[in-house]
Nanobody, 126 residues
Framework: QVQLVESGGKLVRAGDSLTLSCAVS????????IAWFRQAPGKEREFVSG????????AYSSSMKGRFTMSRDNAVNTVYLRMDNLGPEDTAAYYC???????????????????WGQGTQVTVSS
């Protein structure tokens, strides 16, 4: 079983930067492919970014590439999402999710992720 806890969401202004954190806990020594998704009111949950187990490979949604940077520190079991130049369109609940421990591929489909956090709200005012 894997537990994920997001933090860092808050109200910011357009143009600001913000870093979200996702604390990952579970079986000692295991790592997982992790992704960030977001969901705005009335919209589908969408892929934001993903990172490989060792942190060497990342993937981003085309609309966020260049503004968002995902990273991880396996020594403290935490994954990060730095978001720059935020706009009102980035307002959403942000979720981190993990794939099963044996899987090494970053997926963009939310159905590929077995474990989810409770989400953290990011609100960007214009």
């Amino acid at each position: 079983q894997v537990q994920l806890v997001e933090s860092g969401g808050k109200l910011v202004r357009a143009g600001d930067s913000l870093t979200l954190s996702c604390a990952v806990s579970g079986r000692s020594g295991s790592t997982h492919v992790i992704a960030w998704f977001r969901q705005a009111p009335g919209k589908e949950r969408e892929f934001v970014s993903g990172i490989s187990k060792d942190g060497h490979n990342t993937a981003y949604s085309s609309s966020m590439k260049g503004r968002f940077t995902m990273s991880r520190d396996n020594a403290v079991n935490t994954v990060y999402l730095r978001m720059d130049n935020l706009g009102p369109e980035d307002t959403a609940a942000y979720y981190c999710a993990a794939r099963g421990g044996a899987i090494t591929v970053i997926a963009r489909d939310r159905r590929a992720y077995n474990y989810w956090g409770q989400g953290t709200q990011v609100t960007v005012s214009s």
